[in-house]
């Protein structure tokens, strides 16, 4: 959370950092860090049958193809740092920005500078 006089600055710096992600391409060091965290979490998400029924139903309903967990991780490894520039090209678009905010009633927040 933040004071509510903050608003339009932190906005701000939100909006810078997504320009940055949108047109600067990902060092190979942050992209490899990324790779691990990402390999790492579906290692670790797989040791319960809970988690691997899980696994498989998400793909089956949002996924064209069922993958077994190596075969994600060898999808993971061939992420270059292009590819993750072009698609936050297409995500971080200011048309598809959104922002929600909570305010307590008494104090509403009357202007938000974009």
């Known amino acids: 959370g933040i004071e509510h006089k903050k608003i339009n600055e932190v ?3 939100i909006l810078k950092e997504y320009e940055k992600i949108r047109n600067e ?7 490899n860090q990324a790779k691990e965290y990402l390999k790492g979490r579906l290692r670790l998400s797989l040791e319960e049958s809970e ?7 998400m793909q089956e309903l949002l996924e064209e193809k069922i993958l077994p967990p190596e075969e994600k991780i060898k999808a993971i490894e061939k992420v270059t740092p292009l590819e ?5 090209q297409e995500i ?3 048309e598809k920005l959104n ?8 104090g509403k927040i009357k202007t938000l500078k974009i």
Request: proline share 9%; net charge positive.
């Open 92 to 94: 971080f678009k200011k």
């Open 25 to 31: 391409t990902p060092s190979p060091k942050e992209v």
């Open 84 to 88: 993750i520039k072009e698609v936050s």
């Open 99 to 106: 922002l929600a905010v909570i305010s307590p009633k008494e």
């Open 51 to 57: 988690t691997i029924a899980s696994f498989y139903t």
């Open 11 to 13: 906005v701000g710096l």
